[in-house]
Protein backbone atom coordinates (compact mmCIF):
# COMPACT_ATOMS: atom_id res chain seq x y z
CA UNK A 1 0.00 0.00 0.00
CA UNK A 2 2.95 2.29 0.72
CA UNK A 3 4.58 1.19 -2.63
CA UNK A 4 1.34 2.63 -4.46
CA UNK A 5 0.80 5.80 -2.43
CA UNK A 6 4.66 6.84 -2.67
CA UNK A 7 3.68 6.86 -6.60
CA UNK A 8 0.70 9.05 -6.46
CA UNK A 9 1.85 11.49 -4.07
CA UNK A 10 2.28 14.91 -5.28
CA UNK A 11 1.33 17.46 -3.00
CA UNK A 12 2.88 18.73 0.44
CA UNK A 13 -0.73 17.23 1.80
CA UNK A 14 -0.01 14.11 0.48
CA UNK A 15 3.40 13.90 1.73
CA UNK A 16 1.75 14.91 5.32
CA UNK A 17 -0.26 11.97 4.88
CA UNK A 18 2.88 9.38 3.89
CA UNK A 19 4.38 10.29 6.72
CA UNK A 20 1.64 9.89 9.18
CA UNK A 21 1.17 6.16 7.95
CA UNK A 22 5.34 5.70 8.00
CA UNK A 23 4.97 6.87 11.46
CA UNK A 24 2.01 4.44 12.80
CA UNK A 25 4.57 1.75 11.28
CA UNK A 26 7.04 2.85 14.04
CA UNK A 27 4.36 3.36 16.57
CA UNK A 28 2.27 0.19 16.25
CA UNK A 29 5.08 -2.13 16.43
CA UNK A 30 8.54 -2.50 17.79
CA UNK A 31 11.68 -1.05 16.22
CA UNK A 32 12.74 -4.23 14.81
CA UNK A 33 9.75 -4.96 13.50
CA UNK A 34 9.31 -1.45 11.66
CA UNK A 35 12.90 -2.00 10.73
CA UNK A 36 12.33 -5.27 9.41
CA UNK A 37 8.93 -3.59 7.22
CA UNK A 38 10.98 -0.23 6.35
CA UNK A 39 13.61 -2.18 4.74
CA UNK A 40 11.00 -4.54 2.88
CA UNK A 41 9.38 -1.70 1.30
CA UNK A 42 12.45 0.87 0.36
CA UNK A 43 13.53 -0.60 -2.60
CA UNK A 44 15.36 1.72 -5.14
CA UNK A 45 12.17 3.07 -6.23
CA UNK A 46 11.05 4.18 -3.35
CA UNK A 47 13.79 5.65 -2.28
CA UNK A 48 13.46 7.95 -5.88
CA UNK A 49 9.69 8.37 -5.36
CA UNK A 50 10.40 9.59 -1.48
CA UNK A 51 13.29 12.20 -3.02
CA UNK A 52 10.54 13.35 -5.15
CA UNK A 53 8.08 13.88 -2.51
CA UNK A 54 10.79 15.99 -0.36
CA UNK A 55 11.39 17.77 -3.79
CA UNK A 56 7.61 19.07 -3.63
CA UNK A 57 7.70 19.55 -0.03
CA UNK A 58 10.63 21.77 0.48
CA UNK A 59 8.79 24.70 1.88
CA UNK A 60 6.49 24.59 4.65
CA UNK A 61 3.37 27.14 4.23
CA UNK A 62 3.64 29.20 6.65
CA UNK A 63 -0.62 30.11 7.68
CA UNK A 64 -1.99 33.78 8.33
CA UNK A 65 -2.36 34.17 11.43
CA UNK A 66 -3.33 37.68 11.62
CA UNK A 67 -6.27 38.87 12.49
CA UNK A 68 -7.76 42.74 14.11
CA UNK A 69 -6.81 41.65 17.44
CA UNK A 70 -3.24 40.92 16.50
CA UNK A 71 -2.05 44.29 16.68
CA UNK A 72 -0.96 45.49 20.16
CA UNK A 73 -1.44 47.24 21.64
CA UNK A 74 -4.26 48.61 20.18
CA UNK A 75 -4.42 52.31 19.40
CA UNK A 76 -7.75 52.06 17.68
CA UNK A 77 -10.33 52.73 19.83
CA UNK A 78 -13.40 52.72 17.28
CA UNK A 79 -12.58 48.95 17.23
CA UNK A 80 -14.02 46.91 20.11
CA UNK A 81 -13.83 43.07 20.50
CA UNK A 82 -15.84 40.33 22.48
CA UNK A 83 -14.38 37.47 24.49
CA UNK A 84 -16.14 35.40 22.82
CA UNK A 85 -14.47 36.51 19.32
CA UNK A 86 -10.62 36.10 21.15
CA UNK A 87 -11.77 32.76 22.81
CA UNK A 88 -12.40 31.38 19.82
CA UNK A 89 -8.90 32.68 17.81
CA UNK A 90 -7.39 30.79 20.73
CA UNK A 91 -9.33 27.43 20.40
CA UNK A 92 -7.95 27.87 16.65
CA UNK A 93 -4.73 28.52 17.16
CA UNK A 94 -4.19 25.49 20.07
CA UNK A 95 -5.69 23.04 17.60
CA UNK A 96 -3.16 24.14 15.36
CA UNK A 97 -0.13 24.17 17.84
CA UNK A 98 -1.42 20.63 18.25
CA UNK A 99 -1.28 19.51 14.93
CA UNK A 100 2.05 20.81 14.34
CA UNK A 101 3.22 19.25 17.04
CA UNK A 102 1.90 16.04 15.77
CA UNK A 103 3.52 16.63 12.62
CA UNK A 104 6.95 17.33 14.22
CA UNK A 105 6.42 13.94 16.71
CA UNK A 106 5.38 11.63 13.63
CA UNK A 107 8.67 13.43 11.39
CA UNK A 108 10.70 12.99 14.17
CA UNK A 109 9.92 9.05 14.60
CA UNK A 110 10.78 8.87 10.84
CA UNK A 111 13.83 10.57 10.73
CA UNK A 112 14.64 8.40 13.53
CA UNK A 113 13.64 5.43 11.37
CA UNK A 114 15.57 6.75 8.69
CA UNK A 115 18.59 7.09 10.46
CA UNK A 116 18.30 3.63 11.47
CA UNK A 117 18.46 1.91 7.97
CA UNK A 118 21.24 4.20 6.82
CA UNK A 119 23.04 2.67 9.70
CA UNK A 120 21.91 -0.80 8.46
CA UNK A 121 22.99 0.62 4.94
CA UNK A 122 26.28 0.98 6.16
CA UNK A 123 26.59 -2.26 7.57
CA UNK A 124 25.55 -3.86 4.95
CA UNK A 125 27.67 -1.86 2.73
CA UNK A 126 31.05 -2.71 4.59
CA UNK A 127 29.74 -6.30 4.63
CA UNK A 128 29.44 -6.64 1.18
CA UNK A 129 32.83 -4.62 0.66
CA UNK A 130 34.66 -7.10 3.19
CA UNK A 131 33.02 -10.28 1.64
CA UNK A 132 34.77 -8.83 -2.01
CA UNK A 133 37.58 -8.31 -0.41
CA UNK A 134 37.76 -12.00 1.04
CA UNK A 135 36.77 -13.78 -2.61
CA UNK A 136 39.50 -11.55 -4.12
CA UNK A 137 41.99 -12.56 -1.61
CA UNK A 138 41.50 -16.35 -2.42
CA UNK A 139 42.70 -15.53 -6.28
CA UNK A 140 45.59 -14.68 -4.51
CA UNK A 141 48.80 -16.65 -3.93
CA UNK A 142 49.53 -16.02 -0.62
CA UNK A 143 46.08 -16.59 -0.08
CA UNK A 144 47.02 -20.53 -1.46
CA UNK A 145 50.19 -20.89 0.92
CA UNK A 146 49.69 -23.94 3.23
CA UNK A 147 49.51 -22.90 6.45
CA UNK A 148 53.23 -24.78 7.51
CA UNK A 149 54.65 -21.79 4.61
CA UNK A 150 52.88 -19.17 5.84
CA UNK A 151 54.01 -20.15 9.86
CA UNK A 152 57.25 -19.69 9.11
CA UNK A 153 56.51 -16.56 6.86
CA UNK A 154 55.13 -15.07 10.17
CA UNK A 155 58.22 -16.04 12.18
CA UNK A 156 60.46 -14.16 10.32
CA UNK A 157 58.14 -11.37 10.70
CA UNK A 158 58.78 -11.42 14.70
CA UNK A 159 60.14 -7.96 15.55
CA UNK A 160 64.19 -8.17 16.76
CA UNK A 161 64.97 -5.89 19.60
CA UNK A 162 68.85 -5.18 20.31
CA UNK A 163 67.20 -5.25 24.05
CA UNK A 164 65.39 -8.29 25.05
CA UNK A 165 62.99 -5.62 27.66
CA UNK A 166 61.98 -3.72 24.69
CA UNK A 167 60.06 -6.86 23.20
CA UNK A 168 56.85 -5.62 24.95
CA UNK A 169 53.88 -6.53 23.21
CA UNK A 170 52.57 -4.19 20.89
CA UNK A 171 49.66 -3.97 18.10
CA UNK A 172 51.95 -2.39 15.84
CA UNK A 173 53.92 -5.40 15.44
CA UNK A 174 54.06 -9.10 15.05
CA UNK A 175 52.68 -11.74 16.34
CA UNK A 176 49.68 -8.94 17.46
CA UNK A 177 49.87 -7.05 14.43
CA UNK A 178 49.17 -10.68 12.07
CA UNK A 179 46.02 -10.97 14.30
CA UNK A 180 44.34 -8.35 12.61
CA UNK A 181 45.06 -8.86 9.09
CA UNK A 182 42.64 -11.38 8.00
CA UNK A 183 40.80 -14.12 9.76
CA UNK A 184 42.88 -16.85 8.17
CA UNK A 185 46.15 -15.17 9.19
CA UNK A 186 44.46 -14.90 12.69
CA UNK A 187 43.93 -18.38 12.98
CA UNK A 188 47.37 -19.45 11.70
CA UNK A 189 49.12 -16.98 14.07
CA UNK A 190 46.84 -18.27 16.76
CA UNK A 191 47.56 -21.20 16.64
CA UNK A 192 51.53 -21.34 16.48
CA UNK A 193 53.01 -21.45 19.90
CA UNK A 194 56.27 -20.75 18.90
CA UNK A 195 55.26 -16.96 17.88
CA UNK A 196 54.33 -16.78 21.67
CA UNK A 197 57.01 -18.23 23.44
CA UNK A 198 59.37 -14.59 23.48
CA UNK A 199 57.79 -11.58 25.38
CA UNK A 200 59.15 -8.85 27.84
CA UNK A 201 56.91 -8.65 30.86
CA UNK A 202 56.87 -5.84 32.96
CA UNK A 203 54.31 -3.54 34.74
CA UNK A 204 53.59 0.66 34.02
CA UNK A 205 52.72 2.45 36.83
CA UNK A 206 49.31 2.62 36.13
CA UNK A 207 46.82 4.90 38.30
CA UNK A 208 43.56 2.37 39.16
CA UNK A 209 43.70 -1.21 40.01
CA UNK A 210 41.62 -2.68 37.17
CA UNK A 211 43.99 -1.11 34.56
CA UNK A 212 46.74 -3.23 36.12
CA UNK A 213 44.57 -6.33 36.10
CA UNK A 214 43.78 -5.73 32.58
CA UNK A 215 47.29 -5.39 31.77
CA UNK A 216 48.15 -8.94 33.69
CA UNK A 217 45.65 -10.87 31.68
CA UNK A 218 47.24 -9.47 28.45
CA UNK A 219 50.03 -11.08 29.51
CA UNK A 220 48.11 -13.88 30.55
CA UNK A 221 46.37 -14.78 27.16
CA UNK A 222 50.14 -14.10 25.35
CA UNK A 223 51.42 -16.34 27.30
CA UNK A 224 48.45 -18.94 27.40
CA UNK A 225 48.85 -18.75 23.18
CA UNK A 226 52.46 -20.49 23.93
CA UNK A 227 50.71 -23.98 24.48
CA UNK A 228 53.57 -25.46 27.18
CA UNK A 229 56.03 -24.49 24.53
CA UNK A 230 59.87 -23.07 26.19
CA UNK A 231 59.44 -19.70 26.90
CA UNK A 232 62.17 -17.01 26.91
CA UNK A 233 60.95 -14.42 28.77
CA UNK A 234 62.71 -10.98 29.67
CA UNK A 235 61.25 -9.24 33.17
CA UNK A 236 61.32 -5.90 34.38
CA UNK A 237 61.10 -5.28 38.36
CA UNK A 238 60.47 -2.75 40.16
CA UNK A 239 59.07 -1.50 43.33
CA UNK A 240 56.88 -4.74 44.83
CA UNK A 241 56.51 -6.30 41.36
CA UNK A 242 57.99 -8.67 42.22
CA UNK A 243 55.10 -11.00 43.97
CA UNK A 244 52.74 -9.70 41.03
CA UNK A 245 55.46 -10.69 38.53
CA UNK A 246 55.78 -14.23 39.92
CA UNK A 247 51.64 -14.81 40.42
CA UNK A 248 51.77 -14.27 36.77
CA UNK A 249 54.50 -16.28 35.82
CA UNK A 250 53.00 -19.35 38.69
CA UNK A 251 51.85 -21.81 35.72
CA UNK A 252 53.65 -21.17 33.52
CA UNK A 253 57.21 -22.09 35.84
CA UNK A 254 57.51 -25.69 33.93
CA UNK A 255 57.86 -23.58 30.51
CA UNK A 256 60.62 -20.99 31.29
CA UNK A 257 63.95 -22.10 29.79
CA UNK A 258 65.37 -18.45 29.63
CA UNK A 259 65.04 -15.57 31.80
CA UNK A 260 66.40 -12.16 31.65
CA UNK A 261 65.62 -10.14 34.96
CA UNK A 262 66.14 -6.13 35.28
CA UNK A 263 66.04 -5.27 39.09
CA UNK A 264 65.61 -1.19 39.72
CA UNK A 265 66.56 0.47 42.56
CA UNK A 266 63.32 0.56 44.49
CA UNK A 267 62.24 -3.68 43.90
CA UNK A 268 61.34 -5.38 47.11
CA UNK A 269 62.01 -9.32 47.65
CA UNK A 270 63.58 -10.36 43.81
CA UNK A 271 64.64 -13.09 45.15
CA UNK A 272 60.79 -14.27 44.34
CA UNK A 273 61.89 -14.81 40.87
CA UNK A 274 64.60 -16.70 41.02
CA UNK A 275 63.01 -19.12 42.94
CA UNK A 276 61.27 -22.74 41.46
CA UNK A 277 62.34 -22.73 37.99
CA UNK A 278 63.07 -25.90 37.04
CA UNK A 279 63.54 -26.36 33.90
CA UNK A 280 65.36 -22.91 33.36
CA UNK A 281 68.61 -23.03 31.19
CA UNK A 282 69.38 -19.42 30.16
CA UNK A 283 69.50 -16.57 33.30
CA UNK A 284 70.50 -12.95 33.07
CA UNK A 285 70.61 -10.25 36.03
CA UNK A 286 71.07 -7.10 35.52
CA UNK A 287 70.71 -4.32 38.40
CA UNK A 288 71.15 -0.60 38.39
CA UNK A 289 74.23 0.73 39.23
CA UNK A 290 72.82 2.48 42.04
CA UNK A 291 71.36 -0.56 43.67
CA UNK A 292 73.92 -3.39 42.88
CA UNK A 293 75.44 -3.48 46.62
CA UNK A 294 71.74 -3.37 47.81
CA UNK A 295 70.66 -7.02 46.41
CA UNK A 296 73.65 -8.95 47.50
CA UNK A 297 72.60 -11.34 49.73
CA UNK A 298 69.28 -12.20 48.20
CA UNK A 299 70.27 -12.44 45.34
CA UNK A 300 73.34 -14.57 45.95
CA UNK A 301 70.77 -17.00 48.14
CA UNK A 302 69.26 -17.37 45.08
CA UNK A 303 71.61 -18.09 42.76
CA UNK A 304 73.28 -20.89 44.65
CA UNK A 305 69.81 -22.39 44.32
CA UNK A 306 69.49 -22.76 40.84
CA UNK A 307 68.40 -25.75 39.16
CA UNK A 308 70.70 -28.37 37.51
CA UNK A 309 68.81 -27.69 34.37
CA UNK A 310 70.99 -24.21 33.79
CA UNK A 311 73.40 -24.25 31.46
CA UNK A 312 74.43 -20.06 30.95
CA UNK A 313 74.56 -17.55 33.35
CA UNK A 314 75.01 -14.24 32.94
CA UNK A 315 74.88 -11.31 36.11
CA UNK A 316 75.77 -7.88 34.99
CA UNK A 317 76.64 -4.71 37.17
CA UNK A 318 76.48 -6.56 40.39
CA UNK A 319 79.91 -7.06 42.65
CA UNK A 320 81.03 -10.49 43.06
CA UNK A 321 82.81 -9.68 45.81
CA UNK A 322 83.24 -12.84 48.00
CA UNK A 323 84.63 -16.59 47.57
CA UNK A 324 81.20 -17.54 49.28
CA UNK A 325 79.70 -17.66 46.01
CA UNK A 326 78.01 -21.05 45.14
CA UNK A 327 75.76 -21.89 42.53
CA UNK A 328 74.49 -24.70 44.15
CA UNK A 329 73.83 -28.12 41.64
CA UNK A 330 74.02 -25.76 38.60
CA UNK A 331 77.36 -24.93 39.00
CA UNK A 332 78.45 -28.23 37.94
CA UNK A 333 76.51 -28.51 34.27
CA UNK A 334 77.28 -24.41 33.81
CA UNK A 335 79.09 -24.25 30.19
CA UNK A 336 78.68 -20.07 29.65
CA UNK A 337 79.71 -17.74 32.54
CA UNK A 338 79.57 -14.22 32.28
CA UNK A 339 79.80 -11.86 35.34
CA UNK A 340 80.43 -8.38 36.44
CA UNK A 341 82.31 -6.99 38.92
CA UNK A 342 84.75 -9.37 40.12
CA UNK A 343 86.88 -7.53 43.03
CA UNK A 344 89.49 -10.15 43.41
CA UNK A 345 91.65 -12.15 41.30
CA UNK A 346 90.89 -15.52 43.82
CA UNK A 347 87.02 -15.20 42.92
CA UNK A 348 88.11 -15.79 38.95
CA UNK A 349 89.83 -18.97 40.79
CA UNK A 350 86.81 -19.98 42.91
CA UNK A 351 84.12 -19.39 39.82
CA UNK A 352 86.04 -21.83 37.74
CA UNK A 353 86.59 -24.64 40.78
CA UNK A 354 82.93 -23.97 41.11
CA UNK A 355 82.04 -24.73 37.06
CA UNK A 356 84.09 -27.66 36.31
CA UNK A 357 82.61 -28.12 32.81
CA UNK A 358 82.95 -24.44 31.50
CA UNK A 359 83.36 -24.34 27.87
CA UNK A 360 83.21 -19.80 28.08
CA UNK A 361 83.65 -17.71 30.54
CA UNK A 362 83.84 -13.64 30.84
CA UNK A 363 84.45 -11.38 33.13
CA UNK A 364 84.50 -7.88 34.50
CA UNK A 365 87.65 -7.34 36.76
CA UNK A 366 88.67 -4.64 38.89
CA UNK A 367 91.45 -5.57 40.67
CA UNK A 368 93.08 -3.13 43.16
CA UNK A 369 95.70 -5.55 44.49
CA UNK A 370 97.73 -8.69 42.63
CA UNK A 371 97.41 -11.50 44.67
CA UNK A 372 99.40 -14.65 45.13
CA UNK A 373 97.31 -17.42 43.47
CA UNK A 374 97.73 -21.34 43.97
CA UNK A 375 98.33 -22.75 40.27
CA UNK A 376 94.97 -23.78 39.15
CA UNK A 377 94.44 -25.60 35.71
CA UNK A 378 90.76 -25.85 33.83
CA UNK A 379 90.23 -28.82 31.06
CA UNK A 380 87.27 -27.91 29.28
CA UNK A 381 87.73 -23.93 28.86
CA UNK A 382 87.40 -23.35 25.10
CA UNK A 383 86.50 -18.88 25.30
CA UNK A 384 88.49 -16.94 27.67
CA UNK A 385 87.58 -12.62 27.80
CA UNK A 386 88.69 -10.81 30.10
CA UNK A 387 87.66 -7.33 30.19
CA UNK A 388 89.49 -5.17 32.70
CA UNK A 389 88.77 -1.96 34.61
CA UNK A 390 92.48 -1.91 36.39
CA UNK A 391 95.73 -1.69 35.35
CA UNK A 392 96.27 -5.16 33.22
CA UNK A 393 99.60 -4.89 33.59
CA UNK A 394 99.85 -4.71 37.28
CA UNK A 395 96.54 -6.65 38.50
CA UNK A 396 96.40 -9.48 35.99
CA UNK A 397 100.00 -11.13 35.73
CA UNK A 398 98.96 -13.25 38.86
CA UNK A 399 95.92 -14.65 37.38
CA UNK A 400 97.88 -15.44 34.27
CA UNK A 401 100.71 -17.09 36.45
CA UNK A 402 98.13 -19.33 38.66
CA UNK A 403 96.15 -20.49 35.23
CA UNK A 404 96.27 -23.17 33.00
CA UNK A 405 93.90 -23.82 30.05
CA UNK A 406 95.07 -26.79 28.19
CA UNK A 407 91.90 -26.77 25.55
CA UNK A 408 92.04 -22.97 24.86
CA UNK A 409 90.94 -21.78 21.29
CA UNK A 410 90.25 -18.10 22.15
CA UNK A 411 91.39 -16.01 24.25
CA UNK A 412 90.64 -11.72 24.14
CA UNK A 413 92.08 -9.10 26.87
CA UNK A 414 90.01 -5.84 26.43
CA UNK A 415 91.46 -3.27 28.96
CA UNK A 416 89.39 0.50 29.24
CA UNK A 417 91.93 2.25 29.05
CA UNK A 418 95.50 3.17 27.39
CA UNK A 419 97.37 0.53 29.51
CA UNK A 420 100.17 -2.41 28.83
CA UNK A 421 98.64 -5.71 28.61
CA UNK A 422 100.92 -8.31 31.01
CA UNK A 423 102.93 -9.41 27.86
CA UNK A 424 105.53 -11.59 29.73
CA UNK A 425 103.13 -12.98 32.23
CA UNK A 426 100.12 -14.37 29.22
CA UNK A 427 103.29 -15.74 26.88
CA UNK A 428 104.22 -17.69 29.82
CA UNK A 429 100.40 -18.88 30.56
CA UNK A 430 100.22 -19.82 26.72
CA UNK A 431 103.49 -22.02 26.36
CA UNK A 432 102.24 -23.60 29.94
CA UNK A 433 98.70 -24.08 28.68
CA UNK A 434 100.45 -25.97 25.37
CA UNK A 435 96.65 -24.92 24.33
CA UNK A 436 95.61 -25.29 20.60
CA UNK A 437 94.75 -21.37 20.06
CA UNK A 438 92.85 -20.07 17.17
CA UNK A 439 92.40 -16.81 18.22
CA UNK A 440 94.10 -14.25 20.78
CA UNK A 441 92.83 -10.58 20.60
CA UNK A 442 93.57 -7.82 22.42
CA UNK A 443 90.79 -4.75 22.56
CA UNK A 444 90.16 -1.49 24.32
CA UNK A 445 88.24 1.76 23.56
CA UNK A 446 91.04 2.82 21.42
CA UNK A 447 92.49 0.66 19.03
CA UNK A 448 95.32 -1.17 20.49
CA UNK A 449 98.69 -1.26 19.32
CA UNK A 450 101.66 -4.39 19.38
CA UNK A 451 105.10 -4.08 18.03
CA UNK A 452 106.44 -6.86 15.73
CA UNK A 453 108.89 -8.06 18.06
CA UNK A 454 105.84 -8.61 20.19
CA UNK A 455 103.97 -10.52 17.31
CA UNK A 456 106.92 -12.41 16.84
CA UNK A 457 107.41 -13.40 20.21
CA UNK A 458 103.84 -15.03 20.15
CA UNK A 459 103.90 -16.69 16.67
CA UNK A 460 106.90 -18.86 17.85
CA UNK A 461 104.49 -19.78 20.78
CA UNK A 462 101.65 -20.72 19.09
CA UNK A 463 102.40 -20.76 15.19
CA UNK A 464 99.05 -21.16 13.89
CA UNK A 465 97.55 -18.17 15.79
CA UNK A 466 95.44 -15.44 14.46
CA UNK A 467 96.48 -12.00 16.24
CA UNK A 468 93.75 -9.29 16.10
CA UNK A 469 94.12 -5.70 17.67
CA UNK A 470 90.69 -4.74 17.63
CA UNK A 471 88.83 -1.11 18.80
CA UNK A 472 85.63 -2.32 20.80
CA UNK A 473 83.45 0.88 21.22
CA UNK A 474 80.46 -1.15 22.63
CA UNK A 475 82.40 -3.26 24.83
CA UNK A 476 82.65 -0.61 27.21
CA UNK A 477 78.72 -0.38 27.98
CA UNK A 478 79.57 -3.64 29.41
CA UNK A 479 81.68 -1.56 32.21
Not at 337 to 353: E, K, R
Not at 398 to 413: D, K, Y
Request: glycine share 4%; with cysteine.
Amino acid sequence: MVILMLYHLSSQRSASIFFGRLTLVFASTNMPQAMEGITQIFGLDTINALQTILARSEQVTIPDLETSCSRFPNTDQSVTHNDQSIYAIIAERQRQLDAVLHEISGLQSVMDGIKNIHRQLLKKKDRIRHSMILHKGLTSRLWRLPTEVLSQIFHHCLPDHCFPESNRPSALEAPVLLTGVCRRWREVAVNTPSLWCRVSVGFDNLRYYYLEELQASRYDVWLKRSRGHPLSLSLVCEADDAARLQSLLQPYINQISSLSIIFHEDVVEPELLLDDLPVLQELTIRTLKENRNRHSPSIGKSLSRLPATLRSLKVVEWYFNTTQTSFGPAGSHLTNLDVATLLHQSTVIHLLQLCPNLSSFKFCGQFDTNETLDSFTHTKIQTFRVLARCDASSYLSGLFNALSLPNLRVLENYCSGSVRYPDEELKGFLARSKCPLERLIFSSRGKPTMTDEVRAKYIDILPSVEISLVEDLFAFLYL
